[in-house]
């Protein structure tokens, strides 16, 4: 019987013990939580009653209508068993990818975390002489020796890095920068907002395209407390530009007895020419250089855990380590365990260029890369798929995360053309399909950049691309 009065319709709703003992569901009953069905089966049932009410809802019988919330319910309850926070094929290319999760752990450093997170650890002991131990002490050993610095400290994330160097060093006073280094690193962190919010005040010297330590100099007086450096990071000013160097500034700082400090964003351990990349000063140059503080990220160069890094002179770290607002932002064990695992690879540089995924992946060559991009070419090409075509490209990837923005890093990909959807259908499929394939598209391609893809992913990069584009033929 087909009604298509809505109100008669909405009658012909099932009620929820009724769906519940329908023989369909008895499997999914036995696998979730019974109230996770009736919840679901309840929200189904809304829906239903809503769209039949909007006149959405075609009229249907009610066999049919079962059958619809029946088949409704057992892909809702499938959708909560996904976790929400899943493994992602990054394809794009992007080394240090932040919405993808930025560094991936080396295997001592998975180890590290296994280890902590399975059995308790002595996080706070001191298991010789039985007191209270500090979290940071193994790390700051590590980065005393890393660096060349006098004293460190970690925290949540660079931004609460700075956060607490500008607070702990220069609140209520001045604290002098670059106009030209005044930047938004992304997610909305603004290095003159992170200032505010420290309590100190910003003096903008200079033009966007040249300041002189002659600038700093000038700006100085009584109220300044900080001369502050600051990595431009995602962008270069190329052309008729002047920065003023870490060493000039500490020059100026000298002179006018102020500290200077260094947010590098992205500092890296190693010579990153060694990679294959463009110089940038590593962290122990500008230790070197004289800068009293210098602040840096876990997960980007370096390619440990999330973390703020902050190296310096030992007065101003120990001021730091007594700031209430270091117990608000400090790491938990797991990021111990990894950065401690992360650091010791640095010890021995070829150790840290093999073992460490992030220097791994950006010193891969197309030499490297071309068999792997081949390899998926063909197995692509097997497949017999006459509504697209696949090419093998040579394009240049990224290093991401704000590092090196201009540095090139020539790569291998395959190009997907397909012919029957659109590019940006083909991209939405991968993203969504499982594991999830996340690629960049280009002039209604889709690249997927084999520099990023992990070498234990290739075979299942080839068959959530095959399942996908086989359902879409
Ligand atoms: C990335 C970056 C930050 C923020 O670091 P997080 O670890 O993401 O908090 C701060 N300053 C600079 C210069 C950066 O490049």
Redesign the pocket.
């Known amino acids: 019987m087909v009604n298509s009065k809505p109100v008669n319709y909405l009658r012909q709703l099932p009620a929820v013990d009724e769906i519940m003992r329908s023989p369909e569901l008895q499997k999914i009953l036995e696998q979730n939580p019974r109230n996770l069905v009736v919840n679901t089966i309840r929200q189904v049932l809304e829906k239903k009653r809503r769209n039949i009410l909007a006149g959405q809802e075609k009229p249907a019988s009610q066999k049919e209508l079962k059958e619809k919330i029946i088949a409704e319910v057992l892909v809702q309850v499938e959708k909560h068993n996904i976790p929400g926070l899943r493994r992602v094929i990054n394809a794009t290319g992007v080394v240090i990818h932040t919405n993808l999760g930025r560094a991936l752990l080396s295997k001592s450093a998975l180890q590290a975390v296994g280890m902590v997170a399975s059995g308790y650890s002595n996080l706070e002991l001191n298991l010789d002489t039985g007191k209270r131990g500090s979290r940071y002490a193994p790390l700051e050993d590590l980065l005393v020796e890393l660096t060349g610095a006098e004293a460190a400290l970690v925290v949540n ?3 609460s890095a ?1 956060l607490l160097a500008l607070g702990t060093l220069a609140r209520n006073k001045e604290v002098i920068v670059s106009r030209g280094q005044l ?1 938004e ?1 992304g997610g909305s ?1 603004r290095i003159p907002d992170v200032m505010g919010q420290s309590g100190a005040r910003l003096v903008e010297v200079g033009t966007t395209n040249k300041t002189y330590p002659d600038d700093y100099r000038r700006a100085v007086n009584e109220n300044t407390a900080l001369l502050l450096n ?2 431009t ?1 995602n962008y270069r000013i190329v052309g008729f530009t002047r920065e003023t160097s870490v060493k000039e500034l500490v020059e100026v700082g000298k002179e006018k007895g102020i500290p200077v400090m260094s ?1 590098l ?2 500092g890296s351990l190693v010579d990153l020419r060694d990679l294959g990349l463009p110089y940038e000063p590593t962290v122990k140059e500008t230790v070197a250089a004289g800068a009293d503080i210098v602040t840096f ?1 876990g997960d ?1 160069l370096l390619g440990g855990p ?1 973390a ?1 890094i902050i190296v310096g002179k030992r007065n101003f770290i120990e001021k730091m380590k007594k700031n209430p607002l270091t117990r608000a932002i400090r790491i938990d064990k797991f990021t111990v365990a990894a950065l401690e695992a992360t650091l010791r690879e640095y010890r021995d540089p070829s150790s840290a260029l093999a073992n460490i995924p992030t220097l791994r992946m950006l010193a891969a060559t197309l030499k490297d890369l071309y068999p792997r991009a081949k390899k998926l070419l063909d197995m692509l090409n097997e497949l017999s798929l006459p509504h697209v075509e696949f090419n093998l490209v040579e394009t240049v990837s990224r290093v991401g995360g ?1 590092a090196l923005p201009t540095a090139e890093l020539p790569s291998c990909t395959v190009e997907i053309i397909p012919k029957n959807m659109e590019v940006s259908e083909l991209a939405s499929r991968l993203r969504k399909g499982n594991p999830a394939v996340i690629g960049r598209i280009q002039d209604d391609r889709l690249l997927l950049d084999i520099r990023t893809v992990q070498e234990n992913e290739d075979e299942q990069l080839f068959k959530a691309i095959a399942k996908i584009l086989r359902d879409a033929g």
């Open positions: 994330n660079n931004a700075v930047v690193i962190f600051v990595h990071s947010d964003g992205s990220s980007k999330q703020g704000g």
